[in-house]
C-alpha cells in the first residue's frame, strides 16, 4: 500500500511538472503546441505578422519582386479565412486575389491554362490563387468536368509550365491545406444555419461531399506528378484555423526574401482651418441607428 500511495504521489509531481513547464513556455508567449489558441495570443501574433507582411510589400514594391502564391485543398479547409488574414493588412493594389468562377463557354475552347496567364503577377505584385490551375486535378477530375486524358495531359505539362514561371523570375509558393473528414463536416454544417455563410455552401459542396476518397486519390496523384524542387508543395494542417493562419504566414515570410525599408520621416504640414465657410447644402445623412 506504501508503494502505491508512493507511485500516486511520484505520478502527480511528474503532471505537476509537464504543467507548470506548459504553462512556463506559455508565459514566455510561446503557445503550447496541441493548446486552444486565445483570442488574445492570436490577435498580438497575427499584428506581428501583418507588420512583416507590410514590410514585404513595400519590399516587393522596391524591388520589382513577382509573387504568386497558390491556395488548394478541400471545401472547407479554410482557405478563403488564410487568404483574408494574409491581404486584410496590406494594400489592395499590390495583393491582388484571384477566385475565378466557373469557365465561360469561350473559355472552354481556349488552350487550359489561357485563362490564368492574365492574372500572373507582374514587377511589384503578389497574387493570390484561391484555387488555381490545379482546378484540373482535383475538381474537375473528380466531378469529370475533363477527361482522365485531359487530367493526365495537365499533370504531364504543369511542371514544365511552371518551371517557365521560376524561370522568368515568379516567386511560385504551393500550399495545400489539409483538413480531416470530421471536420470539414462540422465547418459544412455550420454553413447551413449561419446567414453570413451561406454563400459559402454551394452546390458543387454537396454534390462532391461523398467524394472523400475520389479527392483523396486525385490529391495523391497531383503531389507525386506536381512536387518539383523549382516549385513544391506545401501542406498544412488546417485543424486549427488560427493556428493555420498563423503557420502559412509565417512560411511565406520566409520564403519571399525581403528586408525591411527606413521608414520616411515623415512631417504633416499646417493645416489651413476655418478661412472658408462651408455651404448650408440639404445633406441627406445616413441614418444613425447605431
Known amino acids: 500500500m506504501a508503494k502505491k500511495n508512493a507511485d500516486k504521489k511520484d505520478d502527480r509531481k511528474g503532471t505537476k ?8 513556455g506559455a508565459a514566455k508567449g510561446g503557445a503550447v503546441a496541441g493548446a486552444k489558441l486565445s483570442s488574445k495570443d492570436y490577435d498580438r501574433a497575427l499584428k506581428k505578422l501583418h507588420v512583416e507582411l507590410v514590410s514585404m510589400q513595400q519590399w516587393v514594391v522596391a524591388k520589382g519582386l513577382k509573387v504568386c502564391i497558390i ?14 488574414a494574409i491581404t486584410e493588412r496590406v494594400s489592395p493594389r499590390v495583393f491582388r486575389v484571384i477566385a475565378l468562377p466557373a469557365p465561360t463557354e469561350r473559355e472552354q475552347s481556349q488552350m487550359y491554362a ?7 503577377p507582374a514587377a511589384g505584385e503578389v497574387v493570390i490563387f484561391d484555387r488555381s490551375w490545379y482546378n484540373r486535378a482535383g475538381v474537375e477530375r473528380v466531378m469529370g468536368f475533363c477527361t482522365e486524358e485531359q487530367a493526365r495531359d495537365f499533370l504531364r505539362v504543369v511542371p514544365m509550365f511552371e518551371q517557365l514561371m521560376v524561370n522568368s523570375g515568379i516567386i511560385l509558393l504551393k500550399y495545400w491545406l489539409e483538413v480531416s473528414p470530421e471536420e470539414q463536416t462540422r465547418r459544412l454544417k455550420a454553413r447551413v444555419g ?18 472523400w476518397d475520389d479527392y483523396t486519390k486525385a490529391r495523391d496523384e497531383m503531389f507525386a506528378a506536381t512536387d518539383t524542387s523549382w516549385a513544391p508543395w506545401f501542406v498544412a494542417k488546417s485543424e486549427d484555423k488560427q493556428r493555420v493562419r498563423l503557420n502559412v504566414i509565417s512560411h511565406l515570410l520566409k520564403h519571399v526574401p525581403y528586408k525591411a525599408l527606413p521608414a520616411p520621416k515623415v512631417k504633416f504640414p499646417e493645416r489651413k482651418v476655418g478661412r472658408y465657410k462651408a455651404v448650408d447644402f440639404p445633406f441627406k445623412y445616413v441614418p444613425e441607428v447605431f
Not at 17 to 24: E, L
Not at 114 to 120: A, D, I, K, T, V
Open 114 to 120: 489561357q485563362r490564368y496567364l492574365p492574372h500572373l
Open 17 to 24: 511538472g509537464k504543467g507548470d513547464a506548459g504553462k512556463a
Open 194 to 211: 449561419d446567414g453570413r455563410k451561406t454563400w459559402k455552401l454551394s452546390p458543387m459542396d454537396i454534390k462532391s461531399y461523398d467524394r
Open 71 to 84: 491556395f488548394e485543398g478541400r471545401d472547407g479547409a479554410g482557405k478563403g479565412g488564410t487568404i483574408k
